[in-house]
C-alpha cells in the first residue's frame, strides 16, 4: 500500500521488527504463450520422460523382486537390454565397475551367494541397473611371472617416495 519514497511504521515478523522504505515499484512482465511455447514445450516432455523413467524402474524393482533368479521377464516385459559386463573384482573393475553401490551389491551373500537379482541401483541420475550374478570366480594368488613386472614397479614407486622423503628430511 507504500507508494514510492513512503516509509512504513515499524513491522513485526517471525525474525524481529522491520522498518520498510519503497524505493521503486516494477509491474511484473509475464511473457506471452508465443514466447513460452518452446519452453513449456520442453519443461512438459521432460515432465513427461521422468515420471516414464521411474514408473519403468518401479515396475523393474517389483519384477526382480518377484523374480529373482532371472533378468529375462523383465527385461522382455518392460522392452529392456540385459548387459553383461567384463569381470569385476571386489576392488572394482572396468564399466559398472566402477561404481560402489554395484560391488557391494554384487559381493553381497544375496546376490552372490543366494545368487539373487540386486534391488535396482541408481548409479547416474536417470541410470538405473539390477546387478546378477553370471559367473563366479573366487579369489586365487596369481603366479609369480605374471605379477613379476607389478611387483617391480611397486617396489621401485616405494622406494623412489622413501628417498624422496629422506631427502626432503634431510634437507628440512
Known sequence: SLEPGQISEPVR???GFHVIEVTDIRAKEVPGFEEMRDELYRRATQDEAEQRFYDIA????????EIPDSLQPAAEELGLEIRTSDWIAETGGPG????????????SEDVLDQRNNSQ??????????????????????QPLDAVRDDIRQRL??????????????ALL
Open 13 to 15: 515478523s517471525p525474525f
Open 58 to 65: 518401479d515396475r523393474l524393482s517389483q519384477l526382480t523382486f
Open 96 to 107: 559398472i565397475g566402477q561404481y560402489d553401490q554395484v560391488l557391494s551389491a554384487a559381493f
Open 120 to 141: 535396482p541401483l541408481e548409479v547416474e541420475p536417470n541410470h538405473v541397473l539390477v546387478v546378477r550374478v553370471a559367473e563366479h570366480q573366487p579369489s586365487q594368488p
Open 156 to 169: 621401485a614407486r616405494k622406494q623412489a617416495a622413501e628417498q624422496l622423503r629422506e631427502r626432503g628430511e
